[in-house]
């Protein structure tokens, strides 16, 4: 059964670097577009940055330059590389996935919690 689990998150400080894993298994990169959500306290859960099957990548404007995400096809892993960390990343992130040809990010993870301190 295909199954998203995040890993990486943490405490940190300000201007540090985290970086979350997403074990996707059962999601062909040929097939899936994968992406990095995150929701802060009291916000709406919104798109960090998502990768689709040629490997372009895209990013919200407030991460740009700081963050990175790639993958991993042959071990099926998700990654968010996380520099120069700030106070208002503080959230937790959650890897999804959709079909190419949809919109619609389907398949979601539990998850992760990251913590920047000031």
């Known amino acids: 059964q295909a199954q998203l689990v995040e890993s990486g998150g943490g405490s940190v400080q300000a201007g540090g670097s985290l970086r979350l894993s997403c074990a996707a298994s059962?999601?062909?990169?040929?097939?899936?577009?994968m992406g990095w959500f995150r929701q802060a306290p009291g916000k709406e859960r919104a798109v960090v940055a998502g990768?689709?099957?040629?490997?372009?990548?895209t990013y919200a404007d407030s991460v740009k330059g700081r963050f990175t995400i790639s993958r991993d096809n042959g071990k099926g892993t998700l990654y968010l590389q996380m520099n120069s960390l700030k106070p208002e990343d503080t959230g937790t992130y959650y890897c999804a996935a959709r079909r190419w040809w949809s919109s619609e990010y389907t398949d979601w993870g539990r998850g992760t919690q990251v913590t920047v301190s000031s």
């Open positions: 059962g999601y062909s990169s040929g097939t899936f577009s």
């Open positions: 990768i689709d099957t040629t490997g372009a990548t």
